[in-house]
Structure formats: structure tokens, C-alpha cells
């Protein structure tokens, strides 16, 4: 089987999971959208860190996400800027950790501060530690 023939089929995969996901959503199943989106998100990812030849790719894209994501929802959303909703998993997580943890606002947004730091840090060395 070519690569072509392969690639075709998991665009295909990826059309099917986008409309499941959106079917899904549609019936209020928000956590299960979620689930599929990320499922999604890692397949495509996965085409691009192949034809890169470069899987750092994947952790640079999670830890983009957790800096950047939520803020950027909430606002677009009127939410602020520390709201957490619960229709992703991550969402859940971060509502568990929230009563497990005395003052969690503090400590996500240093979690998202580091994400971003080293972001930019791999950014800045192309991933290899030097300038």
C-alpha cells in the first residue's frame, strides 16, 4: 500500500471522528466530544510529527495548549480568565484538583506560566539547548 493510499485513509478516519464529534455535541454529550476531539487532535498531529520527521512536535503542542487555550476561550467566551468549565476532561481534572488544593488559581496559572517558558524556550534553542 502506498503512502498516499495510507494518508487517504486516516484524512478519512479524521473526517469520520470530526463528524462523530460534532454528533456528539449536538446531543449534549460533551465530555464524549471532548474524548473524540483529543483522539482527533493526536492523529493529526501524528501526520504532521511523520512527514516532519520531528515528534517533539507533540509535547511543544500540549504545552502550548495548557498556556495558551483556556485564557483565550475565556475571554472570547466573557468567562474569566481562571474560569474552568466541565465539558472536557481536562476540565474535570483541573475541578478535582480544585477542592484537593488550598489556593489552585495560583498554582495553574504557574503550571500555564511554565508551559509557556518552556515553549518558548524550545522555540528559541530549536529543541537541542543551545542559542
Not at 29 to 52: C, G, N, Q, T
Not at 85 to 112: C, E, H, Q, T
Not at 115 to 131: E, K, M, P, S, Y
Amino acid at each position: 500500500m502506498s503512502a498516499f493510499v495510507i494518508v487517504s485513509i486516516i484524512l478519512l478516519g479524521i473526517i469520520v471522528l470530526d463528524a462523530v464529534g460534532d454528533g456528539l455535541r449536538w446531543v449534549n454529550k460533551k465530555v464524549a466530544h471532548h474524548v473524540v476531539e483529543i483522539i482527533r487532535e493526536a492523529i493529526w498531529l501524528s501526520l504532521v510529527a511523520y512527514f516532519m520527521q520531528n515528534w517533539l512536535i507533540i509535547p511543544m503542542y500540549v504545552l502550548a495548549r495548557i498556556a495558551i487555550f483556556d485564557p483565550i476561550i475565556n475571554l472570547v467566551a466573557g468567562k474569566g480568565l481562571g474560569y474552568i468549565g466541565s465539558s472536557s476532561v481536562y476540565d474535570l481534572a483541573l475541578k478535582w484538583f480544585m477542592v484537593k488544593v488550598k489556593n489552585p488559581g495560583i498554582i495553574i496559572w504557574v503550571v500555564r506560566a511554565l508551559a509557556l517558558i518552556w515553549w518558548v524556550a524550545w522555540i528559541i534553542t530549536n529543541a537541542d539547548g543551545r542559542f
